[in-house]
């Protein structure tokens, strides 16, 4: 039944048809048919939106278009929308929720409304929240802890309440939060025994969310000062009796701002390496719990009859406890050294593209904001990303070059201090890198 509220009689609509599913699925979009009659003044739109005070909770109007003209706008005589809407909601089989929007006409003062009720499928299923990464490792004081660290892909975020479970011991510190579309949820597991595969689960309240089961294998926390150590090695040539520096990255957990030390692994180097210096690029020398990035810096004064070097190097803290990295750096001499890529142990690959285009990032070190000078030799488009020292994208922006100099200010609300990659990538497959530093 069509309802209706008209001002002065300036229009006049009749016979609501509503046609609609038999049921609906809990996070997936579904649609109505909404046919009425229309007669008043032309070239207006109509707005449909949600009555939240009187739809169950969990509803939100997605989409109303015109079938006849694909847009908002009523025409005279017959009209027909396809209203959609998604329903967020908890939702047992057979469950009936109410849906109630509105229609408004500006400027004539026109509205109408309808309602209806529709069930939940009885034997729908459930949705697969995609898992963007997991992570176990050693927890921050807790000698025979570990912590858990789980995102999910969830842009409706309908998995904001679950228990989590750990079959082989208990579960504490239990956290859930939401960045952009990711739910991400962080606990301390506690061992009752030692059981190399350790396996959580996690039982969303909302039944049309399929709960999920995971299982890591137990890591070896016997020093658990230091873990995802990632180093950033070059490729091409470096040249001989020329510094060059490493960035490197890793999570420390234990006792606040300790002094630490970078040492050359003479055993497994090549001879004629110096461990030059290493900077911390936060504002404190020593270590901090989290991520910590250090740039530290090289010299090989040897020969290169071979044109690769092995380079080693060890990061001992006051406890300790030490991780080791190795990789290879080739050499040439000075005059043939390149401008060469970075291509990261784990992560994304880097690389530049000569003479086509050229970046400047300033100032760097940054705070907050930060221009991205761009000189390209044709008009183009391309994707500016913004990736983590471990290789994690966390920001991307597509951008139009002309031929010429091309000036960008971003702002990418990067929540940590410490090194970054900036890439352009060009919808010609053309890339060049740099790296730029955030500060607090």
């Given at each position: 039944m069509l309802r209706?509220?008209?001002?002065?009689?300036?229009?006049?609509?009749?016979?609501?048809?509503?046609?609609?599913?038999?049921?609906?699925?809990?996070?997936?979009?579904f649609?109505?048919?909404?046919?009425?009659?229309?007669?008043?003044?032309?070239?207006?739109?109509?707005?449909?939106?949600?009555?939240?005070?009187?739809?169950?909770?969990?509803?939100?109007?997605?989409?109303?278009?015109?079938d006849q003209t694909g847009t908002t706008e009523i025409l005279l005589g017959s009209n027909t929308f396809t209203?959609?809407?998604?329903?967020?909601?908890?939702?047992?089989?057979?469950?009936?929720?109410?849906v109630f929007f509105d229609g408004v006409i500006p400027g004539i003062d026109c509205k109408i409304w309808e309602m209806f009720d529709i069930p939940c499928c009885p034997d729908h299923e459930c949705l697969d929240l995609k898992i963007e990464s997991t992570y176990l490792g050693c927890a921050e004081n807790l000698p025979?802890?570990?912590?858990?660290?789980?995102?999910?892909?969830?842009?409706?975020?309908?998995?904001?309440?679950?228990?989590?479970?750990?079959?082989?011991?208990?579960?504490?510190?239990?956290?859930?939060?939401?960045?952009?579309?990711?739910?991400?949820?962080?606990?301390?597991?506690?061992?009752?025994?030692?059981?190399?595969?350790?396996?959580?689960?996690?039982?969303?309240?909302?039944?049309?969310?399929?709960?999920?089961?995971?299982?890591?294998?137990q890591p070896d926390c016997v020093c658990n000062d230091i873990v995802k150590l990632n180093v950033v090695y070059p490729s091409g040539c470096r040249g001989v009796g020329t510094e060059f520096c490493l960035p490197v990255s890793?999570?420390?957990?234990?006792?606040?701002?300790?002094?630490?030390?970078?040492?050359?692994?003479?055993?497994?180097?090549?001879?004629?390496y110096e461990l030059t210096s290493y900077t911390s690029t936060g504002t404190s020398p020593n270590i901090e719990n989290g991520l910590n990035t250090f740039v530290v810096c090289?010299?090989?004064?040897?020969?290169?009859?071979?044109?690769?070097?092995?380079?080693?190097?060890?990061?001992?803290?006051?406890?300790?406890?030490?991780?080791?990295s190795a990789g290879q750096v080739g050499c040439c001499f000075s005059a043939q050294a390149e401008n060469t890529t970075l291509k990261e142990s784990e992560g994304v690959i880097l690389g530049t593209e000569k003479g086509t285009l050229e970046i400047m990032v300033s100032p760097n070190p940054f705070s907050s904001t930060f221009s991205l000078?761009?000189?390209?030799?044709?008009?183009?488009?391309?994707?500016?990303?913004?990736?983590?020292?471990?290789?994690?994208?966390?920001?991307?922006?597509?951008?139009s070059l002309i031929d010429?100099?091309?000036?960008?200010?971003?702002?990418?609300?990067?929540?940590n201090q410490g090194l970054y990659i900036v890439k352009l990538t060009t919808s010609n497959g053309k890339t060049i890198t740099t790296t730029i530093v955030k500060t607090r």
């Open positions: 209706y509220m008209i001002k002065n009689l300036i229009v006049n609509v009749l016979l609501a048809i509503l046609t609609f599913d038999d049921c609906m699925a809990p996070g997936e979009e649609c109505i048919s909404y046919a009425f009659n229309y007669y008043g003044p032309t070239g207006l739109d109509v707005d449909f939106y949600l009555d939240g005070f009187n739809s169950s909770m969990g509803y939100s109007l997605e989409s109303a278009v015109n209203i959609c809407f998604i329903y967020n909601g908890i939702c047992d089989g057979g469950d009936v929720t109410h025979n802890g570990y912590s858990l660290e789980l995102q999910f892909e969830d842009p409706n975020q309908l998995g904001y309440q679950f228990t989590l479970t750990y079959d082989s011991g208990t579960v504490s510190s239990v956290n859930h939060t939401y960045i952009g579309s990711s739910l991400f949820i962080t606990a301390t597991l506690e061992p009752n025994e030692e059981d190399p595969s350790m396996c959580v689960f996690v039982d969303f309240s909302n039944p049309s969310i399929c709960d999920e089961e995971l299982c890591f294998f890793f999570y420390y957990y234990g006792y606040n701002s300790i002094p630490l030390d970078f040492v050359l692994d003479e055993n497994n180097s090549s001879s004629d090289f010299i090989y004064s040897g020969p290169c009859s071979t044109g690769i070097t092995d380079l080693a190097f060890d990061i001992i803290t006051k406890s300790n406890c030490s991780l080791s000078s761009v000189s390209s030799l044709e008009e183009t488009v391309g994707m500016v990303a913004i990736y983590d020292i471990l290789g994690k994208n966390l920001f991307e922006k597509e951008i010429g100099n091309n000036d960008f200010l971003f702002n990418p609300s990067l929540k």
